[in-house]
């Protein structure tokens, strides 16, 4: 009997100790824990049946970086952002660092010193924008690693310091918008912030007032964010909810927010463009019958919730007095550990990589099986392979993307024209400058395709469909006749660039059947349209200049060329308005700093 006492009294001493967490006010963190609800994961359509496309990923710079959690690409390189704080570009097989926001630190545990980019983004011009998690959103010259703050972290927007800057970008007005996932906790305590009730916003700093509006406020961990391709929307990721919001910038629905998709069967992070008029949205954890989320699970219990947060804040206390008093790196890691992302455990091995079309719709996926990658935060198209990164990893990922999305890499090219565009034109006279002497063999063992992508890529769309149509009368001419509209714009032989393909005629063998392609400048003209198209989602980036060099794809001119398709529709995406469903999650507003 006595045993059982003890062991009675035991457990009655634990149930009143969690009723004084639970139920006592002025416990830190002091915060509101309330209920709310998300809609449960659902299963992939079953015509997408797990594969194993991304098994043979490889790995690269293993134990050279840390936590490549971001992409963007310029210039035909591409950029990450790392932990211990730095801003990177890669360059064949090194690791090139171009700036720092952050403080020397001697380690991760000192994460909140050295800063954490999270967001990446170059405008038109080129300038390199990036959210850095404690630091806030900076503006960086590449080229001399100079920069300029942006929006300072230490300042209030709407009454709330944003605690974690996560993704941003830009607009081609130079309008900025991010997410700030949570305002009570840094993304050091990122364990406590999905705990905590929805504190996430969407912003938009005004380039021309230099001011912050809250557009969004009570997103559930406000993550990834994308401009459609024409300006007219953008998509928020809300990771702890599974879903991602549309918020409307144009048309009568303008300054309306909607679900853009829910019941996503994992964790969303980050978001980015597939090339198509679509996303590409990883899954930092995925989730099945047989791994359901825990977070999910304690969402409808606000004191369950409340419970874990002050017990770790309790247990972190002391920890942090003493490092106050006495500084060492053993305590540090410590109050590091308690609440971090770092040491959050990722349960199930299954890597997913969702492609998402402009309504919403789930239209293909690919994972990775064997456990070789894990815990991925970012996809992105560059160079012909798909770009994987983990805040967690050690490495950085990569697969051709014909073997991750099939259907995507005859749009390659493509992807990355639509990354840059305006200053490619530049780079067009150097490329058929070495194809002059022999006018008529270069020009087809070059590939028309490398015009194509550096002259901005519109004139690629075209330019195929005339060269299949004269095939018919002759065999011989269309090849020339594929080739006389871009020495045309080498040829700018001083004469307008385009327009003098039909006089330039490199080819003297076809000088007469050149005014017959006199039918390409309607193509090209027929191809400006989808030119703003193109310049909307990142312009400046002449990056994809050099890229068609170093890529293989020459062969498929014309099918990297053909699906500009005009597939961002936003008219069709509003099929479940989110506002109603749930008015407590996505909640728009209006306020200047």
Not at 115 to 126: C, E, Q, T
Request: aromatic content about 8%; some cysteine.
């Amino acid at each position: 009997m006595g045993y059982l006492k003890r062991v009675g009294t035991f457990f009655i001493y634990v149930a009143v100790f969690f009723a004084i967490l639970a139920f006592v006010p002025g416990i830190p963190p002091n915060i509101q824990f309330s209920e709310y609800s998300v809609v449960p994961s659902k299963a992939v359509n079953p015509g997408l049946a797990i594969n194993d496309r991304l098994n043979s990923a490889e790995r690269l710079f293993e134990g050279r970086l840390k936590g490549p959690e971001c992409f963007d690409s310029y210039n035909g390189e591409l950029y990450t952002g790392l932990h211990f704080g730095h801003v990177v570009k890669i360059v064949g097989d090194e690791i090139v660092p171009i700036v720092k926001f952050g403080k020397p630190c001697n380690g991760i545990w000192e994460e909140s010193k050295c800063g954490r980019p999270l967001g990446l983004r170059f405008d038109k011009k080129g300038t390199l924008y990036v959210a850095d998690a404690y630091y806030g959103i900076f503006k960086v010259d590449v080229k001399t690693g100079k920069y300029e703050t942006v929006v300072d972290a230490s300042e209030e927007i709407k009454g709330k310091r944003p605690r974690v800057f996560n993704s941003l970008d830009v607009a081609s007005n130079g309008d900025i918008y991010w997410t700030d996932s949570s305002y009570n906790f840094g993304i050091e305590d990122g364990l406590f912030a999905i705990l905590d009730n929805p504190t996430g916003r969407l912003i938009r700093y005004n380039a021309a007032t230099k001011k912050n509006e809250v557009l969004l406020h009570d997103l559930v961990f406000a993550n990834g964010i994308r401009l459609s391709s024409d300006e007219s929307y953008l998509v928020v990721v809300e990771s702890i909810a599974s879903r991602i919001i549309r918020y409307n910038l144009k048309g009568p629905k303008a300054n309306q927010a909607e679900v853009f998709i829910e019941g996503i069967p994992g964790v969303p992070d980050n978001i980015y463009h597939d090339g198509q008029g679509g996303f590409l949205v990883p899954l930092i954890d995925s989730s099945d019958a047989e791994h359901p989320q825990l977070i999910k699970s304690l969402i409808p219990h606000p004191n369950i919730r409340k419970v874990i947060v002050r017990l770790l804040t309790l247990i972190e206390k002391p920890f942090k007095m003493l490092d106050e008093v006495y500084p060492n790196e053993f305590l540090k890691k410590i109050v590091h550990g308690i609440g971090s992302f770092e040491y959050t455990p990722i349960f199930n091995d299954l890597v997913t990589i969702l492609r998402i079309d402009a309504n919403g719709k789930i239209i293909d996926a690919a994972y990775c099986t064997s456990g070789k990658i894990r815990g991925i935060s970012a996809t992105f198209i560059h160079d012909n392979y798909l770009w994987i990164g983990s805040p967690m990893a050690e490495y950085l990922a990569r697969i051709p993307l014909k073997d991750a999305f099939p259907s995507l890499a005859v749009t390659a090219k493509k992807v990355k024209a639509s990354e840059s565009t305006a200053p490619a034109a530049p780079h067009t006279t150097a490329k058929p400058a070495t194809t002059t002497p022999a006018p008529t063999t270069p020009k087809p063992t070059t590939t028309t395709p490398k015009p194509t992508t550096t002259t901005t890529p519109q004139p690629s769309t075209t330019t195929p469909k005339p060269t299949t149509t004269t095939p018919k009368p002759t065999t011989t001419t269309p090849q020339p006749s594929t080739t006389t509209p871009k020495p045309t714009t080498t040829k700018p032989i001083t004469t307008t660039s385009k327009p003098t393909t039909t006089t330039t005629t490199p080819k003297p063998k076809t000088t007469t059947p050149a005014p017959a392609t006199t039918s390409k400048p309607d193509t090209t003209t027929t191809t400006t349209t989808p030119k703003p198209r193109t310049t909307t989602p990142t312009t400046a980036k002449p990056s994809t200049t050099q890229l068609p060099k170093a890529t293989t794809t020459t062969s498929k001119p014309a099918d990297t060329t053909k699906p500009t398709s005009k597939t961002v529709k936003p008219a069709e995406a509003p099929e479940t308005k989110s506002q109603t469903q749930k008015p407590d999650k996505v909640k728009s507003s209006t306020g200047t700093q």
